[in-house]
């Protein structure tokens, strides 16, 4: 039976014996309702910092805070009965040192509920890992293009193209996984480096635009369902198109209630049919 067909919780020592086998569902939620529709479907809900952009708006993912993290970590974590739920942690909120990753890190867990946090970076945040899963923090990594460092990278462009980036990215996913982290995302990179990173790490990586070498993939939930169009990155594809059955939608209602035909009798407390 796959787990995302069982009933009881996927746990994050699930998801690290998934290594290899059948591949990790992972979508992003971050709201209640949405969590409730993709529980029973996927192993993993990641309430991600992209929903700084997806849910408030913002250019990129560096506005977000602790505090909208832990309001939509703990909507999705009470909704959720099945899935892995992984709470990002913003920017500005592990960077410094592991005793601050840790607090925030808490905080998170304390008030959201959610089973593990995940956070970006390779070498550098290799020991606030390991400062972490060794007080009781299960921790995801987030390597390759990592959106928290977006202006760093250039740009929301992919990553590792020259040999020296990919060794680089390559030792950044190494770093993560030998501190401990039990999954890592591999965000924007080419297959090959993807398909290195995945043989040489024994933790799962769970790719976004880096192939069918990972050992699982995540997308935006927004993006997959065509409810986000600001832009759509090339590695998104659209399972549905739902922002113009929405704007049919309200453009009915808008019409109903400007001619009264809405609220009909049925729609009326006192009113017989
Ligand atoms: O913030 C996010 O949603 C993410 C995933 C897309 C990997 O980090």
Redesign the pocket.
């Known amino acids: 039976m796959s787990v995302a067909t069982a009933t009881k919780p996927v746990t994050t020592r699930d998801l690290r014996a998934r290594k290899g086998g059948e591949p990790i569902v ?1 979508l ?1 939620a971050y709201t209640a309702p949405m969590a409730r529709l993709l529980d029973n479907e996927v192993d993993l809900l ?1 309430v ?4 700084g952009m ?1 849910v408030y708006g913002l250019p990129t ?1 560096i506005g977000v805070t602790l505090e909208m993290m832990i309001a939509h970590g703990a909507a999705v974590a009470r909704a959720a009965k099945h899935a892995c739920v992984v709470v ?1 942690l913003p920017f500005g909120a592990y960077q410094e040192s592991p005793e601050q990753a840790f607090r925030n890190a808490a905080r998170v867990m304390m008030e959201t509920g959610c089973a593990a946090v ?1 956070l ?1 970076g390779g070498t550098e945040m290799a020991e606030t890992v390991r400062f972490l899963v060794e007080r009781g923090v299960p921790v995801m990594a ?1 390597v390759g293009l990592t ?1 928290q460092a977006v202006h760093a990278l250039g740009g929301f462009v992919s990553q590792g193209k020259t040999e020296a980036e990919a060794e680089k990215i390559l030792a950044d996913a190494r770093a993560v996984a030998e501190a401990g982290a039990f999954s890592v ?1 591999v ?1 924007g990179v080419q297959e090959a480096l993807a398909r290195r990173i995945t043989e040489a790490l024994s933790v799962p990586t ?1 790719g ?1 635009g880096a192939s069918p070498a990972c050992d699982g993939q ?3 939930v927004d993006d997959m369902l065509g409810l986000f169009s600001d832009f759509k990155p090339k590695f998104v594809k659209r399972y549905a198109e739902l922002a113009p059955q929405v704007a049919e939608a309200v453009r009915t209602y808008a019409a109903e209630v400007r001619s009264r035909a809405f609220p009909a009798p049925e729609h009326c407390f006192g009113v017989k049919r």
Do not use: R, Y
């Open positions: 992972c992003t990641l991600g910092d992209s929903l997806v993912t990002d995940k970006e987030h959106p995302v965000e769970v976004i995540v997308l935006v």
